[in-house]
């Protein structure tokens, strides 16, 4: 077993006037592939490294099947790394880069041989062997740092941002790739990345934080359907959740003049706690171009991505505050407005998204 336990997991430089990160705790299932995601700065690093045992725990503790590991040296922490960087030998070719470890560790030769021969077909490495790395592409090498760790055979595979290196292309087939190896081998899995696409489509649960505080972890959809403060729901998806800052009157609620349509319930729970104002969260899908009823607004941006399309419209209505932001609208590729239309910008009261004003919090 290989399930992964931070408790109260904490990491403060010294001379920092704030911990890199504070008080994590996640639960990680044995075989999960779980993925951390935030924004540059946010402990997500940090917290892969302190897993690894490259950064220490200055409170709290962190446990690998069971066994508290806290203190444990990175190298018997049984736990392999994949960086961004490749970290490849390279006056070695692609089976001397794949063996060092093995035979650092005193491994019989038959079984190098044999480790690394499963692990070349299964990333089809097997023709580039006695290659050097300057011989091959970046998702080659890529590959290759991959069957390194996949030789290891560890309890735990840890990468950190591996595929920033590779172009749109490429990075989009080699996380298929990952995501079909974890599941062959049923390795316990954290991955780290600041590419939220490839947070929602490779991993079973994801980990958002923001400060080095842990905001919220659950599956991609639920991340998607129900994020927990408006730091979640403005970071997950693409394009971002459009926000909007309203005010709550007997009837309803009002962005300037232009009333909000949102669900019954909804509006009875608003109504009835007493908010004065609320933070409305839509997704550009959740918002109609309209030539009759909705949110006044002039296009200034079209952009076709051939089956759908994004549109940035500009509300027009003078009394809306924060009226210099653009509302992004998820439309179908075809029959798109011209920049310069006059449109209203209806919303599905069915998507609407509720935060508490000051603190950001989801309203239940």
């Given at each position: 077993m290989a399930a992964i336990s931070y408790a109260g997991a904490t990491l403060t430089h010294p001379g920092a006037e704030r911990p890199s990160v504070d008080g994590l705790d996640l639960e990680i299932a044995d075989g999960e592939f779980l993925v951390l995601v935030g924004p540059s700065g946010c402990g997500k690093s940090t917290s892969l490294r302190m897993l690894a045992g490259l950064d220490p725990v200055t409170a709290g503790s962190i446990r690998i099947g069971g066994q508290d590991v806290t203190s444990t040296p990175a190298h018997q922490r049984d736990v392999a790394m994949v960086f961004q960087s490749y970290a490849l030998y390279p006056h070695?070719?692609?089976?001397?880069?794949?063996?060092?470890?093995?035979?650092?560790?005193?491994?019989?030769?038959?079984?190098?041989?044999?480790?690394?021969?499963?692990?070349?077909?299964?990333?089809?490495?097997?023709?580039?062997?006695?290659?050097?790395?300057?011989?091959?592409?970046?998702?080659?090498?890529?590959?290759?740092?991959?069957?390194?760790?996949?030789?290891?055979?560890?309890?735990?595979?840890?990468?950190?941002?591996?595929?920033?290196?590779?172009?749109?292309?490429?990075?989009?087939?080699?996380?298929?790739?990952?995501?079909?190896?974890?599941?062959?081998?049923?390795?316990?899995?954290?991955?780290?990345?600041?590419?939220?696409?490839?947070?929602?489509?490779?991993?079973?649960?994801?980990?958002?934080?923001?400060?080095?505080?842990?905001?919220?972890?659950?599956?991609?959809?639920?991340?998607?359907?129900?994020?927990?403060?408006?730091?979640?729901?403005?970071?997950?998806?693409?394009?971002?959740?459009?926000?909007?800052?309203?005010?709550?009157?007997?009837?309803?609620?009002?962005?300037?003049?232009s009333p909000l349509d949102i669900a019954p319930d909804l509006l009875a729970g608003v109504l009835g706690a007493g908010h004065r104002r609320v933070t409305v969260g839509v997704r550009p899908e959740a918002l109609v171009l309209s030539g009759t009823a909705g949110i006044p607004a002039q296009v200034e941006v079209v952009e076709s991505l051939g089956a759908e399309g994004q549109v940035l419209a500009r509300p027009s209505d003078a009394t809306v505050q924060a009226v210099s932001e653009l509302l992004t609208v998820r439309v179908p590729?075809?029959?798109?407005?011209?920049?310069?239309?006059?449109?209203?910008?209806?919303?599905?009261?069915?998507?609407?998204?509720?935060?508490?004003?000051?603190t950001g919090r989801r309203l239940p």
């Open positions: 070695m070719t692609v089976r001397q880069n794949m063996t060092f470890g093995l035979r650092i560790a005193g491994l019989a030769k038959p079984e190098v041989r044999s480790r690394v021969e499963q692990a070349a077909t299964m990333l089809d490495l097997t023709p580039y062997l006695d290659r050097k790395p300057s011989s091959l592409s970046g998702g080659q090498r890529q590959r290759v740092a991959m069957g390194r760790a996949i030789v290891r055979r560890p309890q735990v595979f840890l990468m950190d941002e591996p595929l920033s290196n590779l172009d749109a292309a490429l990075r989009t087939r080699t996380r298929t790739e990952i995501v079909r190896l974890q599941r062959e081998l049923g390795t316990t899995t954290v991955y780290v990345t600041h590419d939220q696409v490839e947070a929602m489509t490779m991993a079973d649960r994801v980990a958002v934080l923001a400060d080095g505080v842990l905001q919220q972890v659950d599956t991609p959809q639920a991340l998607y359907d129900r994020p927990v403060n408006t730091f979640v729901a403005g970071f997950i998806g693409s394009p971002a959740m459009n926000m909007l800052d309203a005010a709550v009157t007997p009837t309803g609620l009002q962005w300037g003049v590729g075809r029959g798109l407005p011209a920049v310069g239309d006059h449109v209203r910008l209806g919303i599905d009261p069915g998507q609407v998204h509720l935060f508490h004003h000051e």
